[in-house]
């Protein structure tokens, strides 16, 4: 198995069901999903004209990648395996802040009413410069949406939330977010990422750090620990090594852990660098 260790920071190149197995009850403070379709890795997934999904026009392809190829009931099995798995792992005080489109975010929102994961937030993210429908027959996908949950249940509401910080926190970017007022359910967050960003290549769904970087805002904590079970590129573990939190991912693809894996590399020389000057 290929991983990089190095401080503060844990990626492997591994299936992350096999990689959480390992890990103890209440770890993380913090996790970050951004699930491929097909989760499941151990099985070889096909979508043609033989498989629909109604309500969405035919055949429906977000990318060509084999991973994201998945049936209906398939993608159901798969995202409440990996979220059972994340509920044993999260800390009573911790956050699961999950990414999903109108594919699959049904899905995820009924497996957390299963699993009894508690639903703090759902929040939109409304991409400014979204990529036009170029058919002509639908309307443009302008957002997505991320679920912030916690396990604590009704009686257990300890999740941790950093208020005063979202509360001051401003961007020139975000037309929906002024100094001084309470962080809203929607984030004007535009969807270009820096030269920085695809230095070391590019993931076909890779957010820009400033979506991560805000959910740390609300609900990071220094010094404690984040896990990323679907690294990709490796941004949301850039995002919670530069907070000051420890970062564990897995991602099981050689090529994305590459890339992942040259990004923290970079960003570790960075802060090594900022030390010495």
């Known amino acids: 198995m290929k991983q990089f260790e190095k401080k503060n920071i844990h990626l492997f190149c591994e299936d992350m069901y096999e990689g959480i197995s390992r890990m103890d009850d209440d770890t993380f403070d913090l996790i970050i999903v951004d699930p491929p379709y097909g989760a499941s890795s151990r099985n070889s997934w096909t979508y043609d004209t033989a498989n629909h999904l109604k309500g969405f026009g035919g055949d ?13 009931n398939d993608s159901f099995s798969s995202t409440y395996r990996w979220l059972s798995e994340l ?9 699961i802040w999950i990414h999903s489109t109108y594919h699959n975010s049904g899905f995820v929102n009924v497996c957390c009413q299963l699993l009894g994961l508690e639903i703090i937030n ?10 036009p429908n170029l058919s002509g027959r639908r309307l443009t996908a302008s957002h ?3 679920l912030w949950v916690h396990k604590g249940g009704e ?18 970017t975000d037309n929906m977010k002024e100094g001084g007022k309470q962080m809203r359910t929607v984030w004007d967050i535009p ?12 993931h076909p769904t890779q957010k820009p750090l400033r979506i991560s970087e805000r959910i740390l805002l609300v609900s990071g904590v220094h010094g404690g620990k984040l896990l990323v079970p679907f690294a990709g590129s490796g941004s949301e573990m850039v995002s919670g090594y530069q907070y000051g939190m420890d970062v564990y991912g897995f991602e099981i693809d050689e090529n994305y852990f590459h890339i992942a894996e040259q990004r923290l590399q970079n960003v570790c020389q960075q802060k090594e660098t900022d030390l010495f000057r």
């Open 122 to 131: 759902e929040v939109v993210w409304y991409k400014r410069n979204s990529f």
């Open 60 to 72: 429906w392809k977000l990318t060509s990648e084999m991973w994201d190829l998945l049936s209906q």
């Open 191 to 202: 969807n270009n990422k820096s030269k920085e960003e695809l230095k070391y290549g590019t």
């Open 144 to 146: 997505e949406t991320i």
């Open 87 to 95: 509920k044993r792992v999260v800390k009573l005080e911790g956050s």
């Open 155 to 172: 009686k257990n509401r300890k999740y941790i939330f950093n208020y005063e910080s979202a509360k001051s926190f401003s961007s020139p």
